[in-house]
T-cell receptor
Framework: DTEVTQTPKHLVMGMTNKKSLKCEQH?????MYWYKQKAKKPPELMFV???????INESVPSRFSPECPNSSLLNLHLHALQPEDSALYLC?????????????????FGPGTRLTVL | GNSVTQMEGPVTLSEEAFLTINCTYT??????LFWYVQYPGEGLQLLLK?????DKGSNKGFEATYRKETTSFHLEKGSVQVSDSAVYFC?????????????FGGGTRVLVKP
């Protein structure tokens, strides 16, 4: 299995809702990532988990809360979002971190969740 | 800090034409370089990669060579097809143990007409 899957594919939520995005990989990768991508822009890194521990938080507002229940799963909990948070949210995984020559840094992306905040 | 600059699009060309997308980077240390492709409505797919100077990455007819002396990683394809229409992102990874932060270029939209 060489896929990263994300659910749901589309999500519409109000500013007072609480929702979660899910990401799963079965490639045995030990690093997982959340990115946010606005239209016609490159992805922006939000969080990195390495061996199930949060290793990078790119100063993301607390209304976004990541969780890594196990090495295959990554969640992004959403609460009290703003309309400007509407975007494509991408999950990615890599075999590990560091070690470019070893291929540990190759990131494989999921198809994304398109989020609309009303 | 690290940065990636790639040519702005859109690039419009005819089928079977030659495609070049320029990419230059600024980085400390020894980054890895990547090209990702994003088809409409989809996530990013890794197209090719190079991990050290003079490496050539290739896939699906696309090629790019890691040139440390010119800090470049230009993408080329000799004969494009309509199915190559997509947005192409050049990126570098800092290869740090804490997390392989990818720095992306702004993306280049390519439209291939029949």
């Amino acid at each position: 299995d060489t896929e990263v899957t994300q659910t749901p594919k589309h999500l519409v939520m109000g500013m007072t809702n609480k929702k979660s995005l899910k990401c799963e990989q079965h490639m045995g990768h030990r690093a997982m990532y959340w990115y946010k991508q606005k239209a016609k822009k490159p992805p922006e890194l939000m969080f990195v988990y390495s061996y199930e521990k949060l290793s990078i938080n790119e100063s993301v507002p607390s209304r976004f809360s990541p969780e890594c229940p196990n090495s295959s799963l990554l969640n992004l909990h959403l609460h009290a979002l703003q309309p400007e948070d509407s975007a494509l949210y991408l999950c990615a995984s890599s075999p590990g971190t560091g070690g470019g020559v070893l291929g540990w840094n190759e990131q494989f992306f999921g198809p994304g969740t398109r989020l609309t905040v009303l | 800090g690290n940065s990636v600059t790639q040519m702005e699009g859109p690039v419009t060309l005819s089928e079977e034409a030659f495609l070049t997308i320029n990419c230059t980077y600024t980085a400390t240390g020894y980054p890895s370089l990547f090209w990702y492709v994003q088809y409409p409505g989809e996530g990013l797919q890794l197209l090719l990669k190079a991990t050290k100077a003079d490496d050539k990455g290739s896939n699906k007819g696309f090629e790019a060579t890691y040139r440390k002396e010119t800090t470049s990683f230009h993408l080329e394809k000799g004969s494009v097809q309509v199915s190559d229409s997509a947005v192409y992102f050049c990126a570098l990874s800092d290869n740090k143990a804490a997390g392989n932060k990818l720095t992306f270029g702004g993306g280049t939209r390519v439209l291939v007409k029949p």
